[in-house]
């Protein structure tokens, strides 16, 4: 049987200035699958991050989500489809610092124009799944690193994404702290049925993948898997 | 690992019978590779036959007479030496991975590839640890962990020597 993909990078080339970071790079993620993205610093594997993610505009190529072509979507369209199916985890929390911890996990939803009162129930609901409701109140700079990346895995969590995209997630906090997100972050991700791309060159978060796609010179390896549709 | 001075550590909490003691083993130090009743058996002979522990009693049973077996002074001075002993750090500076990746270049192979086959099986080794630890107790998490930490460190070798290739095929063909 085969399975439609969910998210497809279809032959990417993406160059800065002289600098290559794309040479027709693929990648076929599944619904409810974490794929880890390796490969050694400057080997590309963000900027295809970027280019799945509708962030960045590849100079050939496709990206193709449920069959739709990113790039022939209207600006407006491509937000909208950042903020509503797909969530964004990155190494430095990128939290807004005048906002509390249960605001910035409930702004997602504002900006979808849920309800302050709904927004934040369910914002609340999420910090206690991710094990910091006592942060709830405090603004970013008053918590710890692990305790500020459990947030923003709440905030990439809360409009239930079908695609979480993880760039490094792990890559400010020491090693107990990063298991206890990579658990938190996969865990919720499999119960609700998300997608993760994890970008990451760290073997042990890895291990928390599926599945892993090797990223070198611009150039994707180890995209052998069974049941998807070519 | 000294299976003998585990069970000198074992017994040190109190006497037991040489099943419970491989129980106890297995359960803490060995959960994947369970001992053989025959290395039991040898390895309390072979304490006993050095004064490190004494049968502290002689049961009968069904079958044969059941042995409970007690650490002796020189056994508890044998763990403490064991214990405030460091062990040896392996130097792996011979190992099977590093002779593949020159005999594949000295051959013409393509050892890039057997770089990327070597990855994905330490990867899939490393995912069933990772499952492991996220099921296990805190024993089993930090066995998991230790073999976690040896398996990344092989992997930076493997993304360290792919990035040397090149240089290394020129060496090894010069």
């Known amino acids: ?230 | 690992m000294s299976i003998g001075q585990t069970f000198l550590g074992l017994l040190e909490a109190g006497p037991r019978h040489g099943y419970d003691l491989k129980r106890a083993y297995d359960e803490r130090f060995s959960h994947t590779r369970p001992l053989h009743f025959g290395q039991v058996y040898a390895t309390l002979s072979r304490l006993l036959k050095n004064g490190l522990v004494e049968i502290d009693a002689v049961e009968p049973g069904e079958g044969p007479e059941r042995k409970r077996y007690a650490i002796t002074a020189a056994g508890v001075t044998d763990v403490q030496q064991w214990l405030s002993q460091p062990e040896r750090p392996d130097l792996y500076l011979q190992n099977t991975l590093y002779t593949k990746v020159v005999l594949a270049l000295l051959t013409g192979r393509a050892a890039a590839d057997l770089l990327d086959i070597q990855r994905a099986e330490h990867l899939r080794v490393m995912r069933e640890l990772t499952r492991r630890k996220a099921g296990g107790d805190l024993a089993d998490q930090l066995i998991c962990d230790h073999a976690l930490f040896h398996l990344e460190a092989d992997l930076r070798w493997l993304e360290l020597t792919a990035a040397r290739l090149d240089d290394l095929a020129g060496k090894v063909r010069a």
């Open chain 1, 1 to 230: 049987m085969t399975v439609e993909p969910l998210l497809v990078a279809d032959q990417l080339t993406k160059s800065f200035g002289p600098t290559t970071a794309l040479e027709r790079a693929s990648l076929q993620i599944l619904a409810g699958e974490v794929v880890a993205v390796m490969g050694p610093s400057g080997s590309g594997k963000s900027t295809l991050l970027h280019c799945l993610a509708g962030i960045v505009a590849p100079d050939s190529g496709q990206v193709r989500y449920q069959g739709r072509d990113i790039g022939a979507m209207s600006d407006t369209a491509r937000s909208a489809l950042r903020r509503g199916e797909f969530g964004f985890v990155f190494q430095f929390g990128q939290l807004v610092p005048e906002l509390t911890c249960l605001e910035n996990v409930a702004l997602p939803l504002r900006l979808n124009r849920l309800g302050r009162r709904a927004a934040e129930r369910r914002a609340a609901e999420w910090l206690e799944r991710l094990e910091v409701a006592e942060v709830s109140g405090k603004r970013p700079g008053e918590v710890s690193g692990g305790q500020g990346q459990r947030v923003a895995v709440a905030r990439a969590l809360v409009t239930a994404p079908k695609v979480i995209f993880a760039d490094e997630p792990t890559g400010a906090l020491d090693s107990l702290n990063g298991e206890r997100v990579m658990r938190l972050l996969t865990d919720a991700a499999r119960q609700t049925h998300a997608a993760v791309v994890l970008v990451t060159h760290e073997a042990r978060v890895a291990a928390y993948s599926d599945r892993e796609v090797v990223v070198r010179d611009g150039r994707t390896t180890g995209m052998e898997r069974s049941g998807v549709a070519a």
